[in-house]
Nanobody, 128 residues
Framework: QVQLVESGGGLVQAGGSLRLSCAAS????????MGWFRQAPGKEREFVTY????????YYADSVKGRFTISRDNAKNTVYLQMDTLKPEDTAVYYC?????????????????????WGQGTQVTVSS
């Protein structure tokens, strides 16, 4: 069984920063990408960012570009999300996701159905 465990959520004032972590454990699996999605109350789950495991390439949603940074630690099977200059509209449950299926260099994997494993989510609340 593959497990993704997120940590690092919390309450922060607008303009502040948070760092989320997601550790993958359990049955060994070949992950081709890991990323983050978020879901605000009453809204659909939306893409935030992902990193391709083979070469570290990254892709961001326009709404977070320049403010959020995804990084990884291969040895720890962990991906991080550094969130800076947070805004109230960033408030959501943040979910870690991993993709086992192969990827293409030019592909963009921005839908929940593009991912095979999910964490339980961690709440991020940004107050104004």
């Amino acid at each position: 069984q593959v497990q993704l465990v997120e940590s690092g959520g919390g309450l922060v004032q607008a303009g502040g920063s948070l760092r989320l972590s997601c550790a993958a454990s359990g049955r060994t699996f070949s992950k081709n990408a890991m990323g983050w999605f978020r879901q605000a109350p009453g809204k659909e789950r939306e893409f935030v960012t992902y990193t391709r495991w083979s070469d570290g390439a990254t892709y961001y949603a326009d709404s977070v570009k320049g403010r959020f940074t995804i990084s990884r630690d291969n040895a720890k099977n962990t991906v991080y999300l550094q969130m800076d200059t947070l805004k109230p509209e960033d408030t959501a449950v943040y979910y870690c996701a991993a993709r086992r299926r192969l990827m293409t260099i030019s592909g963009r994997y921005v839908y929940p159905s593009d991912y095979d494993y999910w964490g339980q989510g961690t709440q991020v609340t940004v107050s104004s």
